[in-house]
C-alpha cells in the first residue's frame, strides 16, 4: 500500500514542514499539489478523497495555528477549502516509509474498492474450541494476499515533508 512502484511519487515544492520555515500556506500548497496531481493525472476520472499521514505530520498540521490570530489550524483551514479531500487519518506505518525508509510518505487516495483493495483469499476460520487444562483454546486460521492497487492513478505518495 505504501511502496507500489507504479503509484505517482509527487515532489513537495516546499517541504520539511517540521524543520523548515514553512508557513501554513506552503503547506497547504504542498498537500493541494499532492492532491491536484491525481486528478490531473487522470482527467477527473479518479477524484481523491483521502489523506494518510505519520503521526508527527498529522499531530503538527492538526495543532499548528493557521495564522498567530486564528483558532483555526492548517488541518482545518485545508480541510474546509479543498473540494475533493473529506478523509486526513494518521497511520503509524507511515513514519518511516519514504523511498529511503527514514523518513515520513504521504499516501493520498480514492477510497474505493475499485481503485485500491486489500486482497483476502481466505476468510478466517475458526475451529472448535478445545479444553487444555483450565485453558480452552479455539485455532484460527486465514489468509491474506496483500494489497492489490488495479488503478495507480488514482494513488500519489509525497517524500520530504
Known amino acids: ?4 512502484s507504479n503509484v505517482p511519487l509527487v515532489t513537495p515544492t516546499y517541504g520539511t514542514w517540521q524543520t523548515g520555515p514553512n508557513t501554513p500556506t506552503e503547506i497547504v500548497a504542498d498537500l493541494n499539489k499532492l492532491v491536484n496531481s491525481i486528478v490531473t493525472a487522470t482527467s477527473e476520472v479518479h477524484i481523491p478523497d483521502t489523506l494518510l499521514l505519520s503521526p508527527a505530520l498529522y499531530g503538527y498540521i492538526a495543532t499548528t495555528p493557521w495564522s498567530g490570530a486564528s483558532d483555526t489550524t492548517i488541518l482545518t483551514w485545508f480541510l474546509k477549502n479543498n473540494p475533493y479531500i473529506k478523509n ?36 478466517s476460520q475458526r ?20 494489497v492489490k492497487v488495479e488503478h495507480p492513478l488514482s494513488m500519489a505518495y509525497m517524500d520530504g515533508c
Not at 99 to 108: D, H, L, S, W
Open 88 to 123: 486526513v487519518d494518521q497511520w503509524a506505518r507511515l513514519s518511516l516509509a519514504d523511498a529511503g525508509g527514514t523518513g515520513p510518505r504521504i499516501v493520498c487516495y480514492k477510497r474505493d474498492p475499485s481503485c485500491v483493495a486489500m486482497v483476502v483469499p481466505q476468510e
Open 127 to 146: 475451529s472448535a474450541p478445545q479444553v487444555d487444562g483450565l485453558a480452552i483454546e479455539v485455532f484460527v486460521t486465514g489468509r491474506v494476499g496483500g
Open 1 to 4: 500500500f505504501v511502496n507500489d
